[in-house]
């Protein structure tokens, strides 16, 4: 699944770890779902959604 989660990001001057507070996940874990190697669980999926005000298909989208 391929996604915008770094770009957004720097949209919003957030680090990984800022990130990763805000979404009370670990800095390793927006690590793993901006490099693919891990996608996240819906409710997290909607959670980012939220934060970035964002509909979730803008967000992620299948490869």
């Known amino acids: 699944m391929k996604n915008q ?3 957004l ?3 919003w001057d957030l680090s990984q770890a ?3 507070d805000k979404l009370d996940v670990s800095r390793q874990t927006i690590n793993a779902i901006e490099t ?3 996608d996240p669980s819906l409710p997290l999926a909607f959670k980012i959604a939220r934060l970035f ?3 979730i298909e803008e967000i ?3 490869e």
């Open 5 to 7: 989660i770094k770009v």
């Open 9 to 11: 990001r720097a949209q």
């Open 18 to 20: 800022a990130l990763a």
């Open 53 to 55: 005000e964002l509909p």
């Open 60 to 62: 992620f989208s299948e």
């Open 36 to 38: 693919g190697k891990y």
